[in-house]
């Protein structure tokens, strides 16, 4: 599973581990991504998105319908 948030677009970022010898390595830090069902009226039928916290409290405040929709737009499939 890609770690994009379909909502946000966030997604993994890069940077280094450096030890205590000043010995660096790479790393990633990975947003919190979830998979979670929303129940949209218009259309009477669930849908799955995978979305981050932030894309969860976007949903919260904007509505399921308005953000479906705002994807969409982009020309993702939902």
Known sequence: MSKI???TGRKPSFGNNISHSHRVTSRR???NI???RFWLPSE???V????STKGIKTINKKGIESVIADIRR???KV
């Open 5 to 7: 948030c379909q909502v």
């Open 29 to 31: 830090w990975n947003p």
């Open 74 to 76: 982009r020309g993702v």
């Open 48 to 51: 799955t998105l995978t979305v």
């Open 44 to 46: 009477k039928r669930w």
């Open 34 to 36: 979830q998979r979670q």
